[in-house]
């Protein structure tokens, strides 16, 4: 078994290619080291298989020899030995797993050291004051890291040199104080290991070896992982690396370099440096660090070889590169280099700059795989502006976007505000369609329970509103929440991040949104390597959105919500008189009512996706989210007593109450029980169809019959359409005919399992996920996400919010199972996806895998579902962009 | 293609296995003629075929040339021809499908006759009142059945005719009278059809073909059809027969008669006869029948003969036959016979006898096979003793057997009652937990509102108490309900027959349930046979219970419910104790309470179940369950104002109030947020085992978690209660260690599609069938049944209640598919189902089918399990009883 491979080491492959066997920062190295021969610090790398051996084993038989071989090759080639008392070698020892993980141990600089070393360092160097302070600098990250020793006591001890030495900075403390330093650490170490602190050099590398592989099952990286769903069997690599210093004096330094700005885009190198100092100082930020252009003046030389180098590197990787560089006495070191990251508009830009640079010639499809869902959300949202903040607690990014505003409790109250001219946030438990003007006056919304798919989440993302939902720690009384001891009152300012969850106190300002026209290009390539594959529509239930929504490159609206339509103030009274109704006839005056409110609202959404399919979706909800609250009006029976009205409002109120409504008299049930209920809808969605063809307009519509389980019943449901249409047509006005397509959700597990048999009656399948979701894992979408998936998701029971993601080896495979049993039944099936997961790249690479026609989201996520159904087709996968 | 077959024809099989082809009775009429060579009027049978070509493209090609052959055959056999005017042959035409069907055109008689050959049948017989007589009987028939004329305005005629006639019985009305009666008709029919009646004998024949097979199609037979799940493609068959006739005097007469009694099953010939009748005034109980013993008296050479038949009868068809006869002056003709209904004790006693019946020797699998479900439920619970009686209304038959007892309203109201002595039903809208003692106290239950697996159902199901639930025109107000007009009071008497759904006004008789002898034997018969293929165990939660169900023959428990330990007087304040709990060692407290007492629970059971396995369910229901009623509290808040404790539980009974509680924080999800519960559990149950082993016992212990999704969450549940058993163990008496197994409940669709990673962690699986059912299909128990499920089933959207009989189709194959893929995964994964489908038949059948080792239900349905249990791996299938 190898389990130790060299820098240098001929893998007969590129070693950029191995990040698997050396993590990502020992292939990055080797490849610099023997493809690139670049000026790397010589080292070598124990790979992945070492520290899987040691997890499943114990450290593994033969890696003490293997390191030892290493250590004197190395030895050798930098003339030093570790722990050589006159002209010792030092080494730094740092763990690198595939994918770049927090919560694994990082770095410990400068082993090799002991009492005696460290003056044969002196010795070499002359500098008494840069050995001593090497020594204490890494017996402290030693104890910290490798021992487990509390950093606060070593902080302490060396608050009281810079006091004893009256110093300004750490650079004022001389070698004298700096050697009583080092006793004082060692001391600490052996008081709390009870230990003197190793001083075989063989020693502290293998225990350094040793943490490394132990930090890979620390219980932060294994929540990570499961987390973003990486397997807890990968292993990390360690690479142990010769040492050079960038604080060796002034011709001497360190610095950070991208190979262009990872902020803008712009072409030109990026950077800062330091001189005359490590890497940790340009980290830590306690010296002020100097652009990376200043390195010119200082180091012309330097500087033109780092360019050089960076060119060499983008030519190379074919994209931007971050590099960590140390010049000791005047020559020039490559640390370590990566794919950098970026932000969303810079991502865009290199994108489409990489494209025409002849040095890097990207293809579009490789331009598309490189922008990620979190680039587009960044530039179509404000988000907060860097900065120090204080985090109140933290909820579900429900809707992504950041608002500064006062907080009000009550819809009313939010209105009356904004109409003041106040910025306002909505703090409500949940919201309901009651709440919805004051949530369209709101500048974001808070809630503290209900998760991704709760009323408030749908509705911001609709509206591209930022909110953060389930915030569970938020407790609300009155006109006050409290957060632990911190109450926020009415008309106080709070700033929410929907992207991140995040409810701060305060204003936090905010980098505003912007639409850099790279976005454009993109997503047209995009547009032009799905077409044919994987079609983007919106979920849109009036003309405004419908018209956003195209706007935003919708190629048609995949849910139209008809219940929507039936909530304005005009509409709700109507729709209780509907369900009041004491006689057939009374419910039918009422539905004629309703009929030509319907027909003006499909006017405006066949008029603004005019050419492009509109598949609108009958009445779904229970009949009860349209009748006001039982335990209101029975508090109001009992104390001010009720009018005849509320009386009858208050029975029939209870007569719908259901225990489970998620699992009720909704969707095509309400059909069977109520069936002009249909007949009207379709009625009046026909005669808009036909204004709008008179008009000379071309209207596309699909009918969806909601929450099927069989045939039978949605060949019922089709027969009642059928013949509404038939109706609609034989009085509409001749050569109007609009051609219809009548087609079902499946969004009930039965409907899934029988859908070869459902696809007999139907054009259509759109899979409605949320639902399926419910159903498949029991999770009530209004109960579970607050309570249980907090717990859940940190205990690894489940690897992802299933609301959020659609769950893959569940819901996904009744997707797999809808789309194929459907097909094999009606070959041609149009097969489409309407529940929140329409806009979620992860499931998106699913559903084009299922071979979906379409997704469909709310309008504002439509140039990410764009994005993903490109990348998806390009089977680059939604999760390509780990290093980016 | 041959559409027509004589009796006789010489099919080349038994023409009693023809019955797709020919239907029930044309094959048993073939059967009698051509193998048996009984005395059968001569006759042919169009086939089902025929019917299924009608059906498909209309009058069947070539059919009328068939008919016209078979008729000449017959003409010649009877040498009469049909409307002779001087002799002519008359024929009876009768409807026949496979399995017998109410909805469908059944007979017409005397067709043949027209205003001529009625002339002819009164010159031959020398009885003009005889021939006018049948002739209006014909006219009467054939407008009703085959031209649709109303029925009232003959019946007016013919009571004016009577009236006319002063007569006291039909046979007092003169043949002058009948022959003006006989206008009559025929000029009600000219009115109503705008034609006159038909005299030609070919358009007779031809248009009572037509009725019967256009009468296949009738809504009520395809309600029928969809009810039953029979096949709507099958079709009836048409025999047409040679009429003769009782009524020709002294020397004739008419009967029916069973080869044995149908209510007892005791040996020897049972039924009625009629002196000079035709068979209609047997069936229409206008005449007194004699019995058929009384035939040896009047024609002792026809009763010989008829007796020799039975035995020829049951020898062929080695069951008790049912059989119409007639003598016609003094020769004696077989009409019709099948294979006879009988009673539950008639079922069982003929069963075993036949076995020792030297001419029948009936195997023990043909005997277990010939018991239905039915049968058994009528000899395990009491029923409406036969007689007359005005149904209330109509509810679910939601727990089988009768009870008669005054209306209470609350459980209350019914327990004082019935501490006064009184029989009570009680009488709610829907039953909670609260309501157990007036429940416990009730001779029925009756809701207006759930269905079969409602609270109100499974409770009385366990207890073996008939209840009617979801009886949706019940309007309880008060101290009364109204159903239209009607008002019940509190005290007075109904009657309620859980085994059809009916409530009565008034008392009912009724007849005790009686267990015969012979149904220890046949199933001690279905247990040989079942043996090794699939136990039943019973759902039982007390040691009561478990008493009865072992009593019954249970082979262990398949679910023990902990939550019904939780609901006692004295368990609920400390539940609440814990839920309400401030802080951990609060909670701490009440858990240690709890587990005290459910030892004491466990102990119990375990006893009554020494040595067979219980499977005890860790706590599954949303904690709000154990909380008041929010509402109520409410109220009471803004009325009268709430004690401090009060206040403390409104705000539980908010916090933990869900909008689908079904779907919400429940069974292992509890023990996600309060581990502690489960380990106390565990701790419970494990010191009740060592106690029990500690006496002697032989506990046999499973550990079941209920609605797992995944298996990382099985594998932290199970986790727990490995740690609480091995606490247990390390605390425990020495040597006393159990043998435990843990297992899930498989409820979410997601752990059937997931079964086999959830295997892992299993050491068996039980199908939670209800919860499976709820999801699958998004039908909430407590919603969908009283709303939906009725016009569901009416209108044929589904085939049957999926509640009570699985839904193969749906929740079937999660049932297939979780157990073949759990199997995958471990082969010798033990599985069991725990739903109400554990007592079906029918879906006894499918769990055999899947390879589950058991199926376990409440202790009243087990001797229905262990049978049907056995007919499943006889193969023989839970409908084959549809002639019994």
């Known amino acids: 078994m ?28 080797a490849e610099m080291t023997s493809v690139l021969d670049l000026p790397v610090p010589p080292g070598f790398t124990i790979s992945t298989e070492a520290c899987r051996a040691y997890m499943h084993g114990g450290w593994p038989e033969g890696l003490d020899d293997e390191v030892a071989t290493h250590r004197k090759t190395l030895e050798s080639a930098m003339g030093k030995r570790l722990g050589d008392p006159s002209d010792p070698l030092l080494v730094s020892v740092r763990s690198g797993a595939k994918f770049s993980m927090p919560g694994m141990m990082d770095t410990v600089l400068n082993l090799g050291l002991n009492d005696e070393s460290v003056e044969g360092l002196a010795k070499q160097t002359g500098d008494d004051r840069f050995a ?23 902080e302490e001890l060396l608050e009281g040199a810079r006091k004893l030495s009256s110093a300004r900075t750490d650079a004022d403390i001389g070698a004298e104080v700096l050697a009583m330093v080092v006793r004082g650490f060692k001391g600490i170490v052996e008081a709390h290991t009870g230990a003197a602190f190793p001083q075989d050099p063989d020693v502290q590398l293998r225990a350094a070896i040793e943490a490394v592989f132990s930090s890979w099952n620390s219980p932060r990286a294994n929540a990570y992982r499961s987390r973003e769903r990486l397997s807890h069997d990968l292993g990390t690599a360690v690479n142990v690396q010769a040492m050079v210093f960038g604080n060796r004096g002034d011709d001497s330094g360190t610095g950070v370099g991208f190979t262009r700005d990872p902020s803008t885009g712009a072409k030109g190198a990026y950077g800062d440096f330091l001189i005359n100092a490590q890497g940790e100082d340009v980290v830590a930020g306690t010296r002020t660090t ?6 010119k003046v200082h180091f012309p030389e330097i500087y033109d070889e780092l360019m050089g180098i960076f060119d060499g590197l983008e030519r190379h990787y074919r994209d931007m590169l971050d590099t960590e560089f140390t010049v000791e006495s005047g020559k020039l070191w490559m640390l370590q280099t990566r794919v950098g990251k970026r932000t969303g508009a810079a991502a865009l830009r290199m994108a489409v700059e990489m494209i025409d640079d002849p040095a890097i010639k990207l293809s579009k499809a490789e331009a598309v795989s490189r922008i990620t869902a979190d680039h587009l959300d960044s530039v179509l949202h404000p988000q907060f502006a860097p900065g120090p903040r204080t985090v109140l607690t933290k909820g579900l990014a429900a809707s992504p976007g950041a608002a500064v505003g006062k907080a009000y409790f009550t819809a009313d109250d939010a209105a009356a505000a904004a109409a003041r001219g106040e910025q306002v946030v909505l703090v409500r438990n949940e919201t309901s369609p009651e709440d919805i003007h004051g949530m369209a006056a709101a500048e974001g919304i808070l809630t503290a329970r209900g998760g991704l798919v709760s009323h408030a989440a749908v509705v911001a993302r609709g509206w591209g509103k930022p909110a953060v939902c389930g915030a569970e720690q938020v407790r609300i009384s009155g006109s006050s929440f409290a957060v632990g001891n911190v109450v926020v009152s009415e008309g106080e300012v709070i700033s929410l991040d929907g992207t991140t969850g995040e409810v701060v106190l305060g204003a936090v300002a905010l980098s505003a949104g912007h639409v850099p026209d790279e976005l454009t290009t993109i997503l047209a390539w995009a547009d032009e390597i799905r077409a044919g594959h994987l079609a983007v529509r919106a979920n849109a239930d009036t003309g405004t959105d419908a018209t956003r929504a195209r706007a935003f490159g919708a190629e ?18 109507v729709v ?17 009512k309703l009929r030509a409110a319907q027909k003006e609202d499909f006017l405006e959404v066949l008029e603004a996706m005019d050419g492009l399919p509109v598949t609108v979706r009958l009445l779904d909800p229970p009949l009860h989210e349209f009748l006001p609250d039982v335990e209101e009006l029975a508090v109001k029976a009992a104390t001010t007593g009720l009018s005849v009205d509320e009386v009858e409002l208050l029975v029939a109120a209870r007569w719908w109450r259901e225990v489970n409504p998620m699992l009720g008299t909704r969707g095509v049930r309400l059909g069977v029980i109520k069936p002009g209920l249909y007949a009207m809808q379709v009625r009046a969605l026909m005669e808009a169809a036909a204004e709008r063809k008179a008009a000379g307009g071309t209207p596309v519509v699909e009918i969806m019959i909601p929450l099927t389980i069989s045939r039978e019943e949605l060949a019922l449901a089709r027969g009642w359409v059928e013949v509404a249409i038939a109706e609609a047509a034989s009085a509409g006005v001749p050569g109007t005919a609009v051609d219809v397509t009548i087609g079902t959700m499946i969004e009930t597990p039965r409907a899934a399992l029988l859908a070869a048999e459902v696809a007999e009656a139907a054009d259509f399948f759109s899979f409605g996920t949320n639902d399926l979701t419910q159903m498949a894992l029991g999770f009530s979408r209004d109960d579970i996400e607050g309570r249980i998936m907090g717990p859940y998701l940190e205990q690894g029971l489940l690897a992802r919010n299933p609301f959020e993601t659609i769950d893959r080896a569940g819901v996904g495979e009744l997707v797999h199972m809808g789309a194929s049993r459907g097909r094999s039944a009606k070959p041609g099936l149009k097969l489409g996806v309407c529940g929140e997961h329409g806009g979620d790249p992860e499931s998106i690479e699913l559903f084009f895998d299922a071979g979906l026609d379409y997704v469909s989201c709310s309008p504002y996520r439509v140039p990410i579902a764009r994005l993903a159904a490109a990348q998806a087709v390009l089977g680059a996968g939604a999760g390509s962009g780990d290093t980016r």
Do not use: W
């Open 2 to 29: 190898t389990y130790v491979y060299a820098f240098d080491h001929e893998h007969g492959q590129a070693p950029m290619t191995l990040k698997d066997l050396l993590g990502g920062k020992g292939a990055n190295l």
């Open 132 to 154: 001593y302070d090497s020594y204490r600098r890494f017996i402290q990250m030693f104890a910290k890291i490798v021992l487990g020793v509390p950093g606060e006591e070593f």
């Open 290 to 295: 100097q652009p990376l252009s200043d390195l």
């Open 556 to 573: 048609g609206i995949g849910l139209c919500r008809t219940e929507h339509m039936f909530l304005g103030d005009d509409r709700l009274p």
């Open 576 to 592: 209780r008189e509907m369900i009041l109704a004491a006689t057939p006839e009374a419910e039918a005056v009422a539905l004629e």
